[in-house]
């Protein structure tokens, strides 16, 4: 893979291909194996991603009591007609929702880096693969994209919670489903780019504070942040909008600032959320019980 937005991008434009061919030829050579296997694999990926939303079961709980029902409620003020945000928008929270309960609830999902931050690139992708009538391949092709992104960010800095923060997981998916909702919508290598680095701008210091330590509080609903976050980054870059700052020199400060940041706000349960009273309250009660 890339180690850099930089090269993934003078890649494309010197071998005249799309990104997301040059990130799938990379990715085989890599692995050692044919495009025909790559492709298999990601679709393997897609099909996991659109069964995680079909089977998402509103009565269940995660084995703390603490989330599960969170997806049904958006969907019911959805179909009704009383989201501020719109069908569009309320549809991306609806999937994120669901998708991140179903993962707290030990059901199967697709980690997208990670599976704390599962429901923001599929709820992104998925909704707007039916808003604009596009095809599973199309759909394939966004998911390389998407995966090369999250290359650059590993290589240059982290997909960890516990060593970057939240902005590891939920800013990474972030960016991974801006850049590739900026494909969907027939953007190029410029806007891809520009999208994932105005994402992760803006949830740059996000810090990872599981109350109880479990991917529960306030991980579910980071997913809907995450997704929102990468519509809005997807309309800026279309429309002309560039990050100041050069995108790679932006995933540079993400992991500056992770490595700034306490081993209290890292995943360790400690701090932030986690080391309010009402979170200490709830893992004393989930360790009684």
């Given at each position: 893979m890339f180690d850099s937005f930089a090269q993934m991008k003078e890649t494309a434009e010197i071998q005249k291909k799309p990104l997301w061919k040059v990130i799938q030829e990379s990715d085989c050579m890599e692995e050692g194996i044919s495009t025909e296997e790559s492709y298999e694999k990601v679709r ?246």
């Amino acid at each position: 893979m890339f180690d850099s937005f930089a090269q993934m991008k003078e890649t494309a434009e010197i071998q005249k291909k799309p990104l997301w061919k040059v990130i799938q030829e990379s990715d085989c050579m890599e692995e050692g194996i044919s495009t025909e296997e790559s492709y298999e694999k990601v679709r393997v990926i897609y099909e996991a991603m659109k069964e995680s939303v079909l089977e998402y079961d509103p009565c269940l709980k995660s084995s703390s009591g603490l989330v599960g029902d969170e997806g049904a409620k958006i969907e019911e003020r959805r179909k009704s007609g009383k989201l501020l945000s719109g069908d569009l928008i309320g549809l991306v929270m609806e999937r994120a929702l669901k998708i991140a309960d179903s993962n707290a609830c030990m059901k199967r999902i697709a980690a997208a880096p990670t599976a704390g931050s599962c429901g923001v690139v599929p709820s992104v992708l998925l909704t707007v693969q039916e808003k604009l009538n596009l095809s599973d391949d199309k759909l394939i092709e966004a998911l390389y994209i998407s995966a090369g992104i999250g290359g650059v960010i590993a290589a240059r800095a982290s997909l960890a919670g516990a060593e970057g923060g939240c902005q590891a997981e939920i800013g990474s998916a972030s960016a991974m489903a801006a850049g590739s909702c900026v494909w969907l919508c027939g953007g190029e290598s410029e806007e891809i780019i520009h999208a994932c680095a105005l994402a992760v701008k803006g949830l740059l210091g996000l810090v990872c504070d599981p109350v109880a330590g479990l991917v529960e509080i306030p991980c579910v609903k980071r997913n809907v942040i995450g997704a929102v976050n990468a519509i809005t980054s997807c309309d800026m870059a279309m429309a002309g909008i560039r990050s100041v700052i050069e995108p790679d020199q932006v995933i540079d400060a993400m992991r500056s600032v992770g490595h700034c940041l306490p081993t209290s706000l890292r995943e360790t349960g400690e701090g932030g959320l986690a080391g309010t009273p009402s979170g200490q309250e709830i893992r004393r009660k989930i360790r009684e019980n």
